[in-house]
């Protein structure tokens, strides 16, 4: 090619060669018909403008300058790649789907269209973040508390909380911004602690979750369209994985949960899965699992990691085994000889020793052995490997797990993912990698044994 092109010069003075095409596929989510747009794009030019982009500028001028100021104080300078894409439309009050990978940054873009919008001056209730679990509203709720400093005040009422104290305490001085669990937040609605009706600002986190979980859907329909209007606020969705996208941006329209003119951010659509995240796999028995493991976490010496494991099926507590992850967590206390902290988090303990499992594993480096609870939205940079001590259930479950890792938007360092199977579940993992476009390098048992004996 690049003789071609000195020839042609040669030959024709003032000859350029032509420009790489890029391809779009467009999805309009009003009544035109998917189509495919080509166009020709200067990449040189292309790259140093994203590179001069600095997340003030992309903000200028819709985002409060003491906002600003904080976010650079945290260490946020230069706009991820959601960010740079989803920040102009968010900032000009777009409702919108962001939909990109994990660990690339929506919870920064949809807090600062969050402080774009509400009025600091106000007393009322002005925003409102839903999150699937307490732990990721926990989350949230810090990053909304660090960009807002004392400027507003930022409420967290989350599973498990003492609602009855901050229903008098809304009362009394209405939050700007409240982060949310699904049924802590309609209890308070359903009290008359306060109305949503003049929220301009409405944010479904891991909002496939959400809608995938029965026990919450009808509570979030009611949040989406009784409780508060579609046409009277912005309504962001976010999520790295929202399956049939296409059908759920149709439904946003038709069930009135966004305007018409919702727009589906969606960043890397033909890779979900962040490409610096390297795979492996251990066929072996479920008997040889645990010494697997073990040899594992010996031969890796992670930073920090996590152990994801299957919940306790119903028949199996009924039989009256111990649960899995407790196996594990006595078998690290006893065998681990690294110096992590072994951490447990699971649905069934109870709210004080979640919050105090999630606080410890804030600090230091950190062993934590966790069921799904841990899959969505957790951020701790720290952590470099995963561990799926049994596979998971769907392809979206992996994506979620595997996406723990990684979370460092600027460092291409290698984190691994490794996930134990049996020769039976093989032909699984073999789809979620079709599935999700990776792959996935076997370990072998005995190459595994040789270099920790
Ligand atoms: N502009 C930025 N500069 C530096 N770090 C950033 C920036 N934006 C976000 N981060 C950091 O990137 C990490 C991941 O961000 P975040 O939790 O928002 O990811 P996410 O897209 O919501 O992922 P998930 O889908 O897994 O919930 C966090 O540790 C966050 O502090």
Not at 371 to 398: C, E, M, V, W
Not at 420 to 440: A, P, S, W
Request: include cysteine; hydrophobic fraction near 40%.
């Amino acid at each position: 090619m690049a003789v071609a092109v000195a020839m042609a010069a040669a030959v024709f003075p003032g000859y350029a060669p032509p420009l790489p095409t890029t391809t779009f596929n467009i999805t309009p989510t009003t009544h035109l018909a998917p189509f495919t747009l080509r166009l020709r794009v200067r990449p040189r030019r292309a790259a140093a403008a994203a590179a001069a982009t600095t997340l003030r500028e992309v903000c200028a001028g819709r985002v409060p300058d003491h906002v600003l100021q904080r976010a650079e104080e945290v260490g946020y300078v230069m706009p991820t790649e959601v960010q740079e894409q989803s920040l102009p439309l968010l900032l000009s009050g777009q409702d919108c789907v962001l939909h990109a990978q994990t660990g690339s940054g929506k919870t920064l873009a949809y807090l600062l269209s969050v402080f774009s919008t509400i009025d600091f001056n106000r007393s009322s209730v002005q925003a409102l973040v839903v999150v699937p679990t307490r732990e990721l509203g926990i989350q949230v709720t810090k990053v909304a508390r660090l960009l807002a400093a004392k400027a507003c005040t930022v409420m967290a009422l989350l599973d498990g909380g003492m609602l009855k104290r901050q229903k008098s305490w809304v009362k009394a001085e209405p939050p700007a911004v409240i982060v949310a669990t699904v049924p802590s937040l309609c209890q308070m609605v359903e009290r008359r602690a306060f109305t949503l009706q003049s929220i301009r600002v409405l944010v479904i986190d891991e909002v496939d979750f959400i809608f995938g979980s029965s026990k919450q859907v009808s509570s979030l329909r009611k949040i989406l369209t009784s409780y508060s209007a579609a046409a009277s606020r912005q309504t962001i969705f976010a999520s790295a994985s929202i399956p049939q996208h296409n059908r759920f941006l149709h439904d946003c329209i038709q069930h009135k949960w966004t305007k018409s003119d919702v727009v589906h951010v969606h960043v890397n659509p033909v890779h979900p899965m962040p490409s610096h995240l390297c795979h492996k796999y251990v066929i072996c028995t479920k008997k040889e699992r645990l010494h697997v493991l073990l040899s594992l976490l010996e031969r890796d010496a992670p930073k920090s990691a996590i152990i994801f494991v299957a919940e306790q099926s119903e028949r199996s507590k009924k039989a009256g085994n111990p649960p899995s992850t407790s196996v594990i967590v006595e078998l690290l206390r006893n065998s681990y000889k690294g110096s992590l902290d072994v951490l447990l988090l699971e649905e069934d303990m109870n709210f004080n020793a979640r919050a105090a499992s999630f606080s410890e594993v804030k600090g230091r480096g950190f062993m934590l052995v966790s069921t799904d609870i841990a899959s969505r939205g957790f951020d701790l940079p720290q952590t470099s490997h995963i561990y799926n001590f049994d596979l998971p259930k769907t392809a979206t479950d992996y994506l979620h797990r595997a996406g723990r890792t990684g979370r460092e938007p600027f460092s291409r360092l290698e984190c691994s993912v490794t996930t134990l199977i049996t020769e039976d579940e093989h032909f699984v993992l073999q789809r979620f990698q079709n599935e999700l476009k990776f792959h996935c390098e076997e370990l072998h048992l005995e190459s595994m044994f040789t270099l920790t004996s």
